[in-house]
């Protein structure tokens, strides 16, 4: 089981989702400010906004909050933050990039460094593990939504690449370019998906055992708790055995 598709359950239970709401409001209505600012504040006009905000409400961001984060990038909030990757490795050799969005560049990479130290990693050079990963487009559906054949019809009509369906649901892959276009002929066929983003699609992995697990997962809680990071990805895995004891 390949980390990127596992991570976010291995989260639910152990109930960060909603023990962090509050952070993940606030990264995700950072993503909004700063999509607004870099582009039109209409979301059928600008399609990171688009993204932004669809992602934001498929996560029960209430609209107000919202309708706030974009009326920031109006009244000129945000100019400043800079989007910065991170890469480096984690226990075992695990790939790890950070996506961070921050307003001190300095502050940023210290507290980074820091925490892959104090967590059995190396913080390295930009493109020292993002070499590993495809950068693509993720489109998340339901199981409920149709049977795997369906929604393959579906997504090859919307022009993705790949899908991966099983009990937890169907995943759909395109072009990072294509992330708006595919998105929306898909809703057109499927209705609203349970998310809708670019990610970081490991193209080899690191198998890891319970013990590796625990330490990744300690490292990563630590990065996700930096208020300047938006996302961390990695290319662990892990057998259903070693993801069930955790």
């Given at each position: 089981?390949?980390?990127?598709?596992?991570?976010?359950?291995?989260?639910?239970?152990?109930?960060?989702?909603?023990?962090?709401r509050?952070?993940?409001?606030?990264?995700?209505?950072k993503?909004?400010?700063?999509?607004?600012?870099?582009?039109?504040?209409?979301?059928?006009?600008?399609?990171?906004?688009?993204?932004?905000?669809?992602?934001?409400?498929?996560?029960?961001?209430?609209?107000?909050?919202?309708?706030?984060?974009?009326?920031?990038?109006t009244?000129?909030d945000?100019?400043?933050?800079?989007?910065?990757?991170?890469?480096?490795?984690?226990?075992?050799?695990?790939?790890?990039i950070?996506?961070?969005?921050?307003?001190?560049?300095?502050?940023?990479?210290?507290?980074?460094?820091?925490?892959?130290?104090?967590?059995?990693?190396?913080?390295?050079?930009t493109?020292?593990?993002?070499?590993?990963?495809?950068?693509?487009?993720e489109?998340?559906?339901?199981?409920?939504?149709?049977?795997?054949?369906?929604?393959?019809m579906?997504?090859?009509e919307?022009?993705?690449d790949?899908?991966?369906?099983?009990?937890?649901?169907?995943?759909?892959?395109?072009?990072?370019?294509?992330?708006?276009?595919?998105?929306?002929?898909?809703?057109e066929?499927?209705?609203?998906?349970?998310?809708?983003?670019?990610?970081w699609?490991?193209?080899?992995t690191t198998e890891?055992?319970?013990?590796?697990?625990q330490?990744?997962?300690?490292?990563?809680?630590?990065?996700?708790?930096?208020?300047?990071?938006?996302?961390?990805?990695?290319n662990?895995?892990?057998?259903?055995?070693?993801?069930?004891?955790?």
């Amino acid at each position: 089981m390949a980390g990127h598709s596992k991570w976010a359950n291995i989260q639910h239970r152990k109930g960060r989702q909603d023990a962090a709401r509050s952070k993940l409001f606030s990264k995700l209505s950072k993503e909004i400010t700063v999509a607004a600012k870099m582009g039109d504040p209409d979301p059928d006009k600008n399609p990171r906004l688009r993204l932004a905000v669809k992602e934001a409400k498929s996560q029960s961001v209430p609209k107000d909050v919202i309708e706030r984060a974009i009326k920031k990038s109006t009244a000129g909030d945000g100019d400043d933050y800079e989007e910065i990757r991170y890469e480096g490795y984690g226990n075992n050799g695990v790939a790890v990039i950070v996506e961070a969005m921050t307003d001190n560049r300095n502050r940023t990479a210290s507290s980074v460094r820091s925490t892959f130290s104090k967590n059995g990693g190396n913080l390295g050079e930009t493109g020292s593990v993002s070499f590993m990963f495809d950068r693509v487009g993720e489109i998340v559906y339901p199981e409920s939504v149709g049977d795997a054949d369906t929604v393959m019809m579906a997504a090859i009509e919307a022009g993705a690449d790949d899908v991966e369906s099983s009990e937890d649901g169907h995943t759909i892959y395109c072009a990072d370019t294509d992330l708006n276009l595919v998105s929306t002929a898909l809703e057109e066929q499927l209705g609203e998906s349970e998310s809708t983003k670019l990610i970081w699609k490991p193209t080899t992995t690191t198998e890891l055992d319970l013990e590796g697990m625990q330490k990744l997962m300690k490292l990563v809680d630590a990065l996700e708790d930096d208020d300047d990071v938006q996302r961390v990805t990695t290319n662990f895995e892990a057998s259903d055995e070693v993801l069930a004891q955790l």
